[in-house]
């Protein structure tokens, strides 16, 4: 079983940035292709971001294209998303997902594996 912890969400003014982490523990994410979603009040989950095993490829929404950036460790077991030009339409839950196939993926129902989420809210 795969537990995932997100962190480092938090309060950023309009033009920020931040930097998401989720730590795995209980199963190695070796093999498995880990996705960053996002839910806003009153909205559906929605993809940002996924890498694939052993990070060789990468996909994003066109929302985040060109302004954040996904990476892996796969040392420590942990997957990163770094957050620039943080506007309000960011904020939202920020979700780390894993699935246990080594391809990006941008379907929420793809994904076996989710954290808690963390907050993420950029004022203007």
């Known amino acids: 079983q795969v537990q995932l912890v997100e962190s480092g969400g938090g309060l950023v003014q309009t033009g920020g940035s931040l930097r998401l982490s989720c730590a795995a523990s209980g199963h190695t994410l070796r093999a498995f292709g880990v996705g960053w979603f996002r839910q806003a009040p009153g909205k559906e989950r929605e993809f940002v971001s996924t890498i694939s095993w052993p990070g060789r490829n990468t996909a994003y929404a066109d929302s985040v294209k060109g302004r954040f950036t996904i990476s892996r460790d796969n040392v420590k077991n942990t997957i990163d998303l770094q957050m620039n030009s943080l506007g309000p339409e960011d904020t939202a839950v920020y979700y780390c997902?894993?699935?246990?196939?080594?391809?990006?993926?941008?379907?929420?129902?793809?994904?076996?594996?989710w954290g808690q989420g963390t907050q993420v809210t950029v004022s203007s």
């Open positions: 997902a894993a699935r246990p196939y080594s391809t990006v993926a941008r379907m929420v129902d793809e994904y076996s594996y």
